[in-house]
T-cell receptor, first 114, second 109 residues
C-alpha cells in the first residue's frame, strides 16, 4: 500500500528557533499534500494544502509567514515552523492523496518548544 | 463554511455494539471517511462512503445519508483494543479532507 514517511517523529527546540518537518511519499507521486495540526484530545485541524511547484494554500487563521510550506518535488513537502514559541507545541501530521485516491498519513511529528 | 460534529466521548463494554454518529454541513460533498486514531499516532483508514447506504467491513460498518448530512460508524463485538479516537472526515471538494471534532471511545471489560 501507499506509504508516507514523516520526519522527525519528535523534536524539542528552544523558543525563537525554527524547525523543519519533512513529509515524503515513498512509492507514489503526490502532487498535493496536506498539513494538519492536532492539540491534545482534539481532532486534526487542516493548516494548508501543499501543491507541487506552486504556493501552498493556507486555511483561514493560519499564518503563512510562520508556517512555511515548500513542495519542491512530487514526493517531498516540508513544513517549517519559524520562530517557534511554546504555543506552537503540537502534533503535526502530513497526508497525501495516494493512487487509489485515498488519503495516506505520515506518522506525525511531536513538536515541543521550550 | 464546513461543520462536522461528533459526540466528544463515548463508553462501552467489551463485546457490545456501539454507534458513533457524525453530522456534517459542507460546501460541496465528495465522500465521507472514518478513521481510527490511537493517542500519538497517525489516523488509520476505516471506511469510505460516497453513496447512501451501509458499507460493512468485518466488525466495522459505516452508514451514510447524504440528504440528511449524516453518517455513523458501527462497531460490533467490541474489544479492548478498540479504545481510541474515531474521526469522521468529509471531502467538500475533490481535494481537501476536513475532520470532525472526533469521538474518544473507551471500552471497559
Amino acid at each position: 500500500g501507499a506509504v508516507v514517511s514523516q520526519h522527525p517523529s519528535w523534536v524539542i527546540c528552544k523558543s525563537g528557533t525554527s524547525v523543519k518537518i519533512e513529509c515524503r511519499s515513498l512509492d507514489f507521486q503526490a502532487t498535493t499534500m496536506f498539513w494538519y495540526r492536532q492539540f491534545p484530545k482534539q481532532s486534526l485541524m487542516l493548516m494548508a494544502t501543499s501543491n507541487e511547484g506552486s504556493k501552498a494554500t493556507y486555511e483561514q487563521g493560519v499564518e503563512k509567514d510562520k508556517f512555511l510550506i515548500n513542495h519542491a518535488s512530487l514526493t517531498l513537502s516540508t513544513l517549517t515552523v519559524t520562530s517557534a514559541h511554546p504555543e506552537d507545541s503540537s502534533f503535526y501530521i502530513c497526508s497525501a492523496r495516494d493512487r487509489e485516491n485515498g488519503y495516506t498519513f505520515g506518522s506525525g511529528t511531536r513538536l515541543t518548544v521550550v | 463554511g464546513q461543520n462536522i460534529d461528533q459526540p466528544t466521548e463515548m463508553t462501552a463494554t467489551e463485546g457490545a455494539i456501539v454507534q458513533i454518529n457524525c453530522t456534517y454541513q459542507t460546501s460541496g460533498f465528495n465522500g465521507l471517511f472514518w478513521y481510527q486514531q490511537h493517542a500519538g499516532e497517525a489516523p488509520t483508514f476505516l471506511s469510505y462512503n460516497v453513496l447512501d447506504g451501509l458499507e460493512e467491513k468485518g466488525r466495522f460498518s459505516s452508514f451514510l445519508s447524504r440528504s440528511k448530512g449524516y453518517s455513523y460508524l458501527l462497531l460490533k463485538e467490541l474489544q479492548m483494543k478498540d479504545s481510541a479516537s474515531y474521526l469522521c472526515a468529509a471531502t467538500p471538494n475533490t481535494d481537501k479532507l476536513i475532520f470532525g471534532t472526533g469521538t474518544r471511545l473507551q471500552v471497559f471489560p
